[in-house]
């Protein structure tokens, strides 16, 4: 059974990456800071009774679920304004990139201006590649390579076979590659 001190440690280990994933997944900064909240609410009410050697393939779970159930409830909710009011509100609002990530984690090494410029460059257009993926595509390659999961766990995540998620990978690093190839960029 993990203590409060293992679940606290835990959360603040995988706070910004879930940030991170759930930004991606939603391409909103306010919700996907809302279903981080209510995954890590989620995981510590109901297993808070698990080893620590669980929490981790469980929080993705959950993670994704939050997701999962953001956008059925958008929906939903969606339909309810669009049936009562036919003036809808779009916020375009733009929440934290990987160039501020990139930058916060490389205050201690200054590189040159012109490095930076181009560092900075090819973080927004692997974010926007990102997040222009269909979105189980988008979800599988986070969680394989932006969370290190194995198929397996992924595959138990995502409620889905090992295949589809080796499927889903493949079409995604072809889809990234292909789009940051004609943008000129190399990995």
């Known amino acids: 059974m993990a203590t409060p001190q293992e679940i606290d440690t835990f959360l603040a ?22 279903v981080v909240q209510n995954a890590m609410l989620k ?10 050697a669980e929490l981790a393939p469980l929080f993705q779970r959950i993670l994704q679920n939050t997701i999962h159930d953001h956008f059925r409830r958008s929906k ?8 009562v009011s036919p003036l809808r509100d779009k916020d375009d609002e733009e ?3 990987l160039e501020s990530l ?7 090494h200054q590189p040159s201006p012109e ?17 222009e ?18 198929v397996a766990e992924t595959a138990e995540i995502m409620h889905c076979s090992e ?24 990995l």
């Open 13 to 34: 280990s995988v706070e910004r990456r879930a940030f991170k994933q759930s930004l991606f997944a939603i391409q909103d900064h306010h919700s996907a800071l809302d």
């Open 43 to 52: 995981l510590v009410e109901r297993y808070h009774d698990k080893p620590v």
């Open 76 to 83: 939903v909710r969606e339909f309810w304004v669009r049936l």
């Open 95 to 97: 929440g934290e990139t």
């Open 102 to 108: 990139a930058a916060h984690s490389a205050a201690t």
């Open 115 to 131: 490095k930076e410029a181009s560092a900075n460059q090819q973080l927004a257009a692997i974010e926007q590649a990102l997040a």
């Open 133 to 150: 993926l269909p979105l189980r595509q988008r979800e599988a390659f986070l969680l394989r390579y932006w969370e290190e999961l194995d």
């Open 163 to 186: 295949g589809s998620v080796k499927t889903h990978c493949f079409r995604a690093t072809n889809a990234l590659a292909e789009k940051l190839r004609i943008k000129g960029i190399t």
